[in-house]
């Protein structure tokens, strides 16, 4: 046992200090040759907290492992750090405490700050970024003002998902199970003027895009999902008596003969006009009662209500008349708010059509064979059309395809592509966010602010508490909302609307690189040099927002010419949370947040960044337990001892330490590689067991077999492994070691332990040459238990490396 025992405290503090003295992240070797670079990235956090939990320790322990690994294996790491500090999360947590936001988030950004210092990660904070800080939100402008002046970036008036207890207005990915992802209150719906972006534009390259992706697959079919492409036809209704049309979109145009009756969003333009003198009170009762329901509940709701206009559509196949239905199941922001209903092959229309007595027209049938009396839809896709005209007898699946094309043909509609992806509502009735920077002019309508004066800064006010009448606290601020118009110089008013928290997280990842430029976003030469990312590591909960939003963004900076590349995040790894006990999420108000503060003084930096790792898979939730760090510390403190009892010994390298040698490298490489952090945790221990056992025999371990250790272990813990490499005699950083390698002919046993067996029981374990032939292994174990084989042998077996049986009768 060593006479110096394991001191984290100063062993942590001394290579902290070193490191700043001596930085191991170096653009160029010793050589001055440079570096490839590679970029490893976390998703910034919101300070609109009281800090870090253990929880979001394990994040950031594991893109500095894998920064650190890739740091060993000769690459220049771009590691940065900065805060999305705008949005609701930071205003809400400000009024929560009573203070401004810009206070309560430096003071957040301060002690979250402190908190990710003690991870001792390689973040290089030269590259810092805020949100908030106007030199950033500047290029925030930018490319909205960009956006703008490709047509990307519009204004519109439509019902929209607003949060009664936030008080803004909600873009469809940020209502969960019909609640306001923040805050959880029931989403209502509201009349607003917003700004959009024209994400749909880029559906199909979204799309397609994923395939270049080195994503989990989870994630992209999230998006694909969530994109949603279809195949179909636009059909035109004529409304009977007008000379209106009602579009509709269908992926079943094969369908069309058996469309008995259609219905409407509530919400579309025709709803009220449709209304006759008899149904007009009912129509509008109607569409009052659905516009305060949220489109999450409308598709939810288990039982279908609607209300006929009393008006009818024409179907263009075979022209029958078709009553025009509204129902809130329709939305007006998916297809074209309108939809012909095929009772007999959908589940929904055939409810719908029971309950309002509607009539039901079977036109698939199996076999061709009608059903009498349906008590529920034929949903199966394959069958034989009937009751449709010229179509009679054709398979359904070969019509599906025909179908839109022959419609096109006659004139009825066009042959189309949807995606349930809709343009994404980027306004927000808040003060705590970035300035839209645009100008409403009478005369030349809305006109964006001069590039040459961006940033448009927020203004400092006292108050800032949302309205809830949908207007921006900015609304009120005379002296910052009027102004000339950047066009005609005539007196104007600024947008009052900010943009939501999603707007500088989109593109952040860019600035990193070129923080301090005031001409340009990105520099081309930075961006050659840096991006894009090569490695992005957060939780799966930003599978669709964060991810989807800057994929998009950096599409359309690619477009423009601003970087030279169209997708941000090559490969991408996402964590599982850390949980408090029977699973539940770590919240103050839960009282269940663990602070790593207590556990780094306790046990030391390196003993937490290890247990991180060792609670679990890193792709799964794992629960919290602060006595499995115990476990941990122990093994530092084993490897420790065997390092100071072996350093100063003479010992040259055994067999038995050449072996386990290569098979550490091989094991920690192999569990590195595949992200199996937990797995190389555990390794370490067991290599280190053996280790201490050789040692028992031999005496002390050779140094480089202890060095090799150190090197493999300065990912996971960087403080002991410097000074292990450093007691062990080496000069400079153990990050300038390089990766070890392993050589498989040196990890194979010489000898290997095999069992006897007679009739399948074990006589008898004997030690045989790892390479032994049948013949001599069938041998050698019946020589074993020679005074056993006491009948006739009618088989014997030897399975290489497991077992030697002999079969007696």
Known sequence: MSNVPYNHKAIEKKWRERWEQNPVNLKADEKGNKREKYYCLDMFPYPSGNGLHVGHWRGYVISDVWSRYKLQQGYYIVHPMGWDAFGLPAENYAIKMGVHPAISTAENVKNIKRQINEIAALYDW???????????????????????????????????????????????????????????????????????????????????????????????????????????????????????????????????????????????????????????????????????????????????????????????????????WLSDYVLADYGTGAIMCVPAHDDRDFEFATKFGIPIVQVIAKDGKE????????????GTMINSGEWNGMESAVLKKEAPHIIEKRGLGRATVNYKLRDWVFSRQRYWGEPIPIVHCPDCGAVPVPEEELPLRLPEVESYEPTGTGESPLAGIDEWVNCKC???????????????????????????????????????????????????IGGVEHAVLHLLYSRFYTKFLYDIGAIDFDEPFHKLFNQGMITGKNGIKMSKSKGNVVSPDDLVRDYGCDSLRMYELFVGPPELDAEWDDRGIDGVNRFLKRLWNLVMDSKDADVKATKDMIKERHRLVYDITTRLESFSLNTAISGFMEHNNKLIEIAKKEGAIDKETLSTMAVLLSPFAPHIAEEIWEQLGHEGSVFTAGWPTYDMEAMKDDEIEVPVQINGKTRAVISVAADISKEDAIAEGKEAVADKLTGTIVKEIYVPKKIINIVMK
């Open 126 to 324: 030269d590259m810092e970024v805020n949100t908030t800080d106007p030199e950033f939100y500047k290029w925030t402008q930018w490319i909205f003002v960009k956006m703008f002046k490709e047509g990307l970036a519009y204004e519109k008036e439509f019902p929209i998902n607003w949060c009664p207890s936030c008080k803004t207005g909600l873009a469809n990915e940020e209502v969960v199970n019909g609640k306001c992802e923040r805050c959880g209150t029931e989403v209502t719906k509201k009349n607003l003027r917003q700004w959009m972006l024209r994400i749909t534009k880029y559906a199909e390259r979204l799309l397609s895009d994923l395939d270049k992706l080195d994503w989990p697959e989870k994630v992209k079919k999230m998006q694909a999902d969530w994109i949603g492409k279809s195949y179909g036809a636009e059909v035109d209704f004529p409304i009977e008596g007008r000379e209106e049309k009602i579009t509709v979109y269908t992926t079943r145009p094969d369908t069309l003969y058996g469309a008995t009756f259609m219905v409407l969003a509530p919400e579309h333009e025709l709803s009220k006009s449709l209304a006759t003198d008899e149904t007009r009170e009912a129509v509008e009762k109607y569409i009052y009662d659905a516009s305060m329901k949220s489109n999450v509940d409308r598709m939810q709701d288990k039982e279908k209500t609607g209300v006929f206009t009393g008006s009818y559509a024409i179907n263009p196949l075979n022209g029958e008349k078709t009553p025009i």
């Open 486 to 536: 950047p066009v005609c110089g005539k007196p104007a008013k600024r947008e009052t609307n900010t943009m939501p928290q999603w707007a500088g997280s989109s593109w952040y990842f860019l600035r990193y690189v070129d923080n301090h430029n005031d001409k340009e976003l990105v520099s081309r030469e930075k961006a050659d040099e840096m991006l894009p990312v090569d490695m992005y």
């Open 371 to 382: 059903i009498e009396n349906m008590t529920e839809a034929y949903t199966e896709a394959a």
